[in-house]
């Protein structure tokens, strides 16, 4: 059975970093290309980043990018997410998602809350 | 970066057809044929309905369809059920960014 499980959200102050990690099972997890997702409580969803099966080429929304790494250790069925400099407006729900072709999202983790607040 | 264009909502009685659009440009839904269709119960995560415009995962309801038409694609769910109200989410291969989501539609199973 697949699963991702994220973990490493929580409570920041704005300027603040955090990372993410999203452990995957049940599939080759080399094999894959990997998202994060987000979701601001109540709203919709936004692309946030990708990375590259062998982690060579990494994506990022203009929003996050400078601000935001997107990293992966295949030897641990690991993906992460650095974000730092955190503003209010990154407060969501951060999901970690299995891309098995071209952006087609087949497999989602719960999530892990971010909120950025003072 | 824009989202693309959802309706707010939409709603229908069981039994009934919808269709939920979703409208970009030429350099997202118009320029490719990689758009995805998500639904998300409330505090649920989302889960994949149809992907490459046409195509529906195994263990998907074949109620569930998509197409598109120039710059704008579609979902379709016929016989509309009451397990069927959800958020629904449109997602496009987009030059640059490279994904883009849309605004998502509420479907109300009335």
């Known amino acids: 059975e697949v699963q991702l499980v994220e973990s490493g959200g929580g409570l920041v102050q704005p300027g603040g970093s955090l990372r993410l990690s999203c452990v995957a099972s049940?599939?080759?997890?080399?094999?894959?290309?990997m998202s994060w997702v987000r979701q601001v409580p109540g709203k919709g969803l936004e692309w946030v980043a990708n990375?590259?099966?062998?982690?060579?080429?990494?994506n990022y929304v203009e929003s996050v990018r400078g601000r935001f790494t997107i990293s992966r250790d295949n030897a641990e069925n690991s993906l992460y997410l650095q974000v730092n400099s955190l503003r209010a407006g990154d407060t969501a729900m951060y999901y970690c998602?299995?891309?098995?072709?071209?952006?087609?999202?087949?497999?989602w983790g719960q999530g892990t809350l971010v909120t950025v607040s003072s | 970066q824009s989202a693309l264009t959802q309706p707010a909502s939409v709603s229908g009685s069981p039994g009934q057809s919808i269709t939920i659009s979703c409208t970009g440009t030429?350099?997202?839904?118009?320029?490719?044929?990689?758009v995805s269709w998500y639904q998300q119960h409330p505090g649920k995560a989302p889960k994949l309905m149809i992907y490459?415009?046409?195509i529906r995962p195994s263990g998907v309801s074949n109620r569930f369809s998509g197409s598109k038409s120039g710059n704008t694609a579609s979902l379709t769910i016929s016989g509309l059920q009451s397990e069927d109200e959800a958020d629904y989410y449109c997602?496009?291969?987009?030059?640059?960014?490279?994904?883009?989501f849309g605004t998502g539609s509420r479907v109300t199973v009335l």
């Open positions: 998602a299995r891309d098995f072709s071209k952006g087609d999202l087949d497999y």
């Open positions: 049940g599939f080759t997890f080399r094999d894959y290309w």
């Open positions: 990375i590259k099966r062998d982690g060579s080429q990494q």
């Open positions: 030429s350099s997202d839904v118009g320029g490719y044929n990689y």
């Open positions: 490459d415009v046409t």
């Open positions: 997602c496009s291969f987009r030059s640059g960014t490279p994904f883009v």
